[in-house]
């Protein structure tokens, strides 16, 4: 039987071949989709990893602090205990790079002579003169060691001078050194750089403070209680960590962003079990009497069944032969803008590097496998179980799809219902409940097409040649057809589901921003608008601001990044609030300024200068809080315990946010200078001349200004570039549903030869036959749409109320992006009909003298 | 000559004509139609009958000779004019029927006239007078499966004639019925055409309906031999 199998598929790859292209071309979309999605995900955690083991990778233990930096004062606790072997002390500083708007290092300023093996050491050794480099290294003001690949991208040589930026500081560095971090940590960021730690502390406003305290153990000791003493000996102002913690810390932060890519990622596969689904019952319906002439000859039911379902694990595995590089390619498409959403979302390490992991090849084939052999199962079953005389006589699969219809549907009910009632019951209160409850939803779906379709279809009164008699044929070709527009329907709730969630999403920033976006101009640094890391502003510069001609009051902003004392991370904002109202100037009125979800505006205001806490609606949520509890942060000196006055709308970031006064800050957080500063003008200024003279006043700065109108356009841009990868998902689906499209008319060019033929007899022309395989595809589409708007809607209020809450924590106010969901629809429709082309252009080649005995 | 409806001169039809060798259906056939005439073509299975069906109604070009529908050279014409040419004057039935199973008997009748472009109301308006005329028409908006062989076959003559084509084409139209549903269509196709005003040529296996025809021929290896009968 093995030997006939391989004949089988032979054939059947010579025969069919453009059917099974399409088909295998469908399966390498949804395979693609999870690799990609797959990869970019692991992606993300391999940069953060990949940054700790170059830095970190010879630590047993790391100690950080509850804020960005720990006092040097530090590390002798940390040596003085018996199990440490060995510690040393690093600073970071993410810092911009001058005249590249999209580079920025990650400068690690390490003690030379500490026992760490960074490659710095090997770049001096293999130099003539390894001391001369070491020298240089503490004595050369502005020494950086940089990975050869940057160097070689930005054509950088040793002995170059680059300029740098930390907050409104610029510094010049001088290439001493190239060191290849990739040499014993292949996924190191290329955009590491290091330098000698007094140099860096200086350089960067780091004084008497460090980043970090790494630490080796003497063999044998427990990581885990070293780790106990040593955080009780460092007390709450340092977090000891093992690599693995840190890394779960990572993977945590972007767990709601990579379980939602891959939701929407399994969807496409989903779509694409439709395809071999039509594949497969189609060959099936065809090679019927070959079945049954094999089971007359004695084949058994199993056999059959095995030879069936052989055929379709071949597909599966051609089209995940073609799935895996394809999904490569499109994560290396989407790199950057995922990276982007990385840095700019997440404040996390962006990708600049991928690997194809083992696991993601490997979840590949399982993919395309399980989803071949899922879409095969149902046909090759039904064509096992008959009996030899059945398979040997002629067939009316469609008559039987239609009696189906009704019983599909009722169990499309019954599923959506029972699905429902767990939800309302148990599954809202569980943190995959909106997941699963939007799985039930598309598995309903399909089951309720056939009936949908022969109803819709039913209605079709043909008085022409036209669209009303291709419905016709629809409805009489149930089931091949039912199957493409399940697919196009499935995909189409997914891309209106999301596009509702987006121009929801973005209607509700556009509102936010307008509350909270109310000063005229504001001033950031290029370091702090590229990677959100401490970057300040000097005092020199805030002074001329505050001075400037027309600029009536002066609001700084710092921004710190917390933890509470159980370990959430929290963005710590510090507003420095007006005495009095400006006189002239509303829009200055904090109060006016507080979307608040929770509280009144006036109590939170008093209760912020009383040294409470205003804090994000994401963090409400995800720690259960609300006005009157209490957040418990860690502070440098223990933990700061400040009461919450409000609960506003935030949509900064979907971690914790919390604002509180400037000097609650200042006293309570040692922070330092401001990050950022919003100027508000005296009424009638021109805005963006102030900017124009600001931005040439300040030339020699690395300082970034804007408008409101310009920060505004910005937030929306980076608001749209974080679903760049979600519109990537929906093009893979509505492909994959094309093809459906195209595969079913395919089948039906084939199955109704006889039909075209008696067509063409009867003096239809070749255009006329083109055009109503042309419509029975836009029939399609149309039909995929309406089912795919309900889909959609259901989706969205899902996604919306639902899985946004849980997952993200920010409330979305639904909006209908009419225009978006017309111009969807429109390209849904003109695919469908593109999808048709094929087979209409197959199907007018029929020929009037074609016609048998057999057919029709 | 200017009368006739269907005029085919030293017809040649040789399948694979272009590899040299090929084989020869129709040779030096000359038939002509009148209107309002019937003629009956007589032959053995493979003599060639259907393929000079196929000529006559421009789905098929001979390899030699001319065919002139209703004055036109279909010889001249390209395949999309042939295909014109055959929706307008040309009205085809077919052994086996080929109803289309998802249309109702009303819906079969009028393909001709959606494929053609008429008029909505008034195709369906004489559907339905035709469908009278063959007892039909109380089972118009019947799916076609669950007429009987004849039934079907009446529905079939009913599309052929929907157009009032000047000329008919029935491959052996009789051949998938019982000797007496066969001679009760039989019947009806010559009744219809006559009324209708229509030539007729039709195929068949029988003398005895080859006999109802105004002429008859018998082909033999290609070639119209003799007048059998009339």
């Known amino acids: 039987m093995t030997r006939y199998l391989w004949r089988v598929i032979a054939r059947q790859l010579h025969r069919s071949r453009t059917l099974l292209g399409l088909t295998v071309l469908g399966v390498a979309l949804g395979v693609a989709s999870v690799v990609a999605i797959q990869t970019l995900n692991q992606g993300s955690l391999l940069a953060f990893d990949g940054s700790v083991r170059a830095i970190s990778g010879q630590a047993d233990l790391t100690v950080t602090g509850a804020l960005p930096t720990l006092p040097e004062s530090l590390l002798p606790i940390v040596l003085g205990d018996p199990d440490v072997d060995g510690a040393w002390p690093l600073v970071r500083a993410d810092v911009a790079v001058a005249g590249r708007p999209d580079l920025n290092l990650d400068v690690v300023g390490f003690d030379v002579f500490a026992p760490v093996r960074y490659p710095l050491l090997d770049a001096a050794a293999t130099q003539q003169d390894p001391l001369a480099s070491l020298t240089a290294a503490l004595s050369q003001p502005g020494w950086v060691a940089v990975t050869p690949e940057l160097a070689a991208a930005e054509g950088w040589a040793v002995g170059d001078t680059v300029t740098v930026s930390s907050g409104s500081r610029a510094k010049d560095l001088v290439i001493g050194a190239l060191v290849d971090f990739r040499r014993f940590e292949p996924l190191a960021p290329r955009r590491l750089a290091v330098m000698d730690i007094a140099q860096a502390q200086e350089s960067f406003g780091r004084r008497g403070r460090v980043s970090q305290i790494d630490v080796v153990l003497r063999e044998g000791t427990d990581p885990a209680a070293a780790a106990a003493r040593l955080q009780a000996a460092l007390g709450p102002g340092a977090r000891v960590q093992t690599p693995e913690q840190r890394r779960q810390d990572a993977s945590g932060l972007l767990a709601a962003f990579r379980l939602n890519l891959t939701a929407l990622s399994l969807i496409s596969v989903f779509v694409g079990v439709f395809l071999v689904l039509t594949t497969v019952q189609a060959s099936l319906v065809r090679r019927r009497r070959e079945f049954g002439l094999l089971r007359s000859l004695g084949a058994t039911r199993r056999q059959v069944l095995g030879l069936v379902l052989g055929e379709a694990a071949a597909l599966g595995l051609l089209g995940t032969a073609a799935g895996i590089p394809l999904g490569w390619l499109v994560a290396r498409q989407n790199l950057q803008t995922v990276s982007a959403t990385l840095t700019s979302i997440y404040v996390t390490e962006g990708i600049d590097r991928l690997v194809l992991p083992p696991t993601v090849v490997v979840l590949g084939v399982v993919i395309g496998l399980v989803g071949a052999l899922g879409g095969a199962l149902l046909p090759a079953w039904d064509l096992a179980r008959r009996d030899p005389s059945r398979l040997l006589s002629p067939l009316a699969v469609h008559d039987a799809a239609g009696r189906g219809a009704g019983r599909l549907a009722l169990g499309a009910a019954a599923l959506a219902g029972a699905g429902t009632l767990w939800f309302a019951a148990w599954g809202h209160g569980l943190r995959f409940g909106g997941f699963l409850y939007g799985f039930v939803l598309m598995l309903a779906l399909p089951l309720l097409v056939p009936a949908v379709v022969r109803a819709a279809c039913g209605l079709a009164r043909p008085g022409g040649f036209g669209p009303a008699l291709g419905l016709r044929n629809l409805r009489a070709r149930l089931q091949t057809s039912s199957f493409a527009v399940a697919a196009l329907a499935v995909t189409v709730s997914m891309m209106f589901g999301i596009t509702i969630l987006v121009g929801s999403f973005r209607q509700t920033l556009v509102t936010w921003l307008d509350v909270t976006i109310r000063a005229d101009v504001y001033i950031s640094s290029e370091s702090w608008q590229r990677t959100g890391n401490d970057a300040f502003l000097e005092p020199d510069v805030l002074g001329t601001l505050a001075g400037w001609p027309g600029v009536v009051s002066l609001e700084e902003q710092r921004r710190l990044r917390v933890a509470t004392v159980d370990g959430r991370p929290v963005w710590l904002n510090g507003l420095r609030l007006t005495d009095r109202p400006l006189p002239g100037v509303p829009q200055a009125d904090l109060a006016g300024r507080l979307p608040l979800l929770a509280g009144s505006p006036e109590a939170a205001v008093a209760g912020l200068r009383r040294g409470g806490v205003l804090i994000g609606e994401p963090l409400a949520r995800k720690a259960g809080l609300g006005v009157g509890d209490t957040l418990r942060l860690a502070g440098p000196r223990g933990p700061v315990a400040l009461r919450i006055d409000g609960v506003s709308y935030d949509y900064t970031s979907e971690g914790g946010t919390a604002f509180v006064a400037m000097d609650v800050l200042t006293t309570r957080f040692d922070a330092a200078p401001p990050n950022n500063a919003a100027l508000f003008l005296a009424p009638g200024s021109d805005v963006e001349a102030t900017v124009d003279a600001l931005r040439r006043a300040f030339a020699d700065r690395p300082l970034v200004i804007r408008s409101n109108r310009t920060l505004r356009a910005e937030v929306l841009a980076i608001f749209d570039q974080t679903f760049a990868v979600t519109r990537t998902l929906q093009v893979m689906a509505l492909l994959i549903a094309a093809l459906g499209v195209s595969v079913t008319l395919l089948i039906q060019a084939h199955e109704r030869a006889g039909e075209l033929a008696l067509l063409r007899a009867l003096g239809a022309s070749r255009r006329q036959v083109f055009g109503l395989f042309l419509g029975e595809g836009t029939a399609m589409g149309a039909l995929g749409l309406l089912l795919g708007l309900g889909g959609g809607l259901g989706l969205a209020a899902l996604l919306i109320l639902v899985i946004n809450r849980t997952w993200f924590g920010w409330t979305i106010r639904p909006a209908w992006p009419a225009g978006d969901l017309a111009v969807q629809a429109a390209v849904v429709l003109l695919v469908a009909a593109a999808a048709a082309v094929y087979p209409a252009s197959r199907a007018r080649l029929a020929h009037p003298g074609q016609l048998t005995r057999d057919d029709l | ?230």
């Open chain 2, 1 to 230: 000559m200017g009368d006739d409806i269907l005029s085919l001169e030293a017809i040649g039809m040789t399948w694979d004509a272009d590899r040299g060798a090929g084989r020869t259906v129709l040779d030096g056939v000359d038939l002509r139609l009148g209107r309002g005439e019937a003629v009956a073509l007589v032959g053995r299975s493979g003599s060639g009958k259907s393929t000079l069906l196929h000529v006559a109604a421009g789905i098929a070009v001979p390899t030699a000779g001319r065919v002139v529908l209703v004055g036109h050279d279909l010889g001249t014409a390209g395949e999309e004019a042939r295909t014109r040419l055959r929706r307008d004057h040309v009205g085809l039935v077919f052994q086996f029927f080929h109803l289309l199973p998802h249309l109702s008997l009303r819906e079969n009748v009028a393909l001709p006239g959606w494929i053609a472009g008429d008029d909505h109301a008034r195709t369906h308006e004489r559907a339905d007078r035709l469908l009278g005329r063959v007892g039909l028409l109380d089972r118009a908006g019947d799916a076609v499966g669950r007429l009987s062989g004849g039934e079907q076959q009446r529905v079939a003559l009913c599309r052929a004639l929907l157009r009032g084509p000047a000329l008919v084409l029935a491959d052996e139209p009789t051949g998938s019925l019982d000797d007496r549903t066969g001679r009760e269509v039989m019947d009806l196709l010559l009744d219809l055409t006559r009324q209708e005003g229509g030539a007729l040529l039709y195929v068949t296996h029988s003398r005895e309906l080859a006999a109802r025809a105004d002429r008859s021929w018998l082909l033999v290896d290609g070639r119209l031999r003799a007048e059998a009968a009339a």
